[in-house]
């Protein structure tokens, strides 16, 4: 669902989208918990 959702969404709002080969293993291995707390601060900031 996601690899035809995001396309779709890059070309609506007309941003590069760059699918990376090591996706899975860098969402599940590499974890995400600073990345989400990245993007939590940056739109607490911009609200």
Same mark, same amino acid.
């Given at each position: 669902m996601m690899q035809c959702d995001?396309?779709?969404l890059a070309k609506h709002y007309s941003v590069p989208l760059v699918m990376n080969d090591r996706v899975?293993?860098?969402m599940f291995? #590499?974890?995400t918990l600073s990345t989400m707390r990245?993007? #939590?601060c940056s739109a607490a900031e911009t609200a």
């Amino acid at each position: 669902m996601m690899q035809c959702d995001l396309p779709r969404l890059a070309k609506h709002y007309s941003v590069p989208l760059v699918m990376n080969d090591r996706v899975v293993e860098i969402m599940f291995n #590499t974890g995400t918990l600073s990345t989400m707390r990245f993007l #939590t601060c940056s739109a607490a900031e911009t609200a």
